[in-house]
């Protein structure tokens, strides 16, 4: 379906154009990505200059594509085709960083990630072990021997 995206002339047009075809509106649209009608009439107006900057921009893209039935990632290529942005391009990262070797998380990790939630857990125990507690009010276990003792001793 991107087919017609690449040769069209008018990007925002064939979006339309694919968005109505698959029986939508932009207010659909628009309720389940959550995007304001505004900027997905500025993507099919192709007025990019209303778009958000950025990443979001290529959000945007990849939300309505999805909506409308158009493979999003394709959908975003022809788009940064035509609007090229200084992002680098979508896809795993390339250069020096693809290049450092992925360290997997060995069994030194999780033992000390265990020991230290067992740590956390025996302070939070002994903490409420010990903790002073005050007499609630209403409480019978304390004092309640107490006041009735003194009370035949006082004198009106």
């Keep these: 379906m991107t087919v017609g995206l690449e040769t069209a002339e008018d990007f925002g047009l064939a979006l339309r ?3 109505e075809a698959a029986g939508r509106t ?3 649209v628009a309720d389940v990505t959550k995007l304001g009608v505004r900027t997905l009439d500025a993507l099919e107006r192709n007025q990019i200059d209303r778009l958000p900057p950025g990443i979001f921009r290529r959000a945007v893209v990849r939300a309505y594509a999805r909506e409308v039935g158009l493979d999003p990632e394709e ?3 022809v788009f940064l085709g035509r609007y090229p ?3 680098p391009p979508p896809g795993p ?3 020096p960083v693809a290049d450092l070797p992925v360290r997997p998380r060995g069994w030194t990790s ?3 990630t265990g020991l230290a939630v067992g740590v956390i857990v025996a ?3 002994a903490a409420y072990l010990l903790w002073p507690r005050s007499a609630a009010v209403g409480d019978t276990s304390r004092g309640a ?3 009735a003792a003194a009370a035949p001793g006082r004198t009106r």
Excluded: W
């Design 75 to 77: 959908t975003l290529r």
């Design 26 to 28: 932009l207010r659909d």
């Design 123 to 125: 302070l939070v125990v």
């Design 93 to 95: 990262p390339q250069g």
């Design 85 to 87: 942005d200084a992002l």
């Design 145 to 147: 021997g107490t006041v």
């Design 110 to 112: 999780v033992i000390l």
């Design 17 to 19: 154009t694919t968005r």
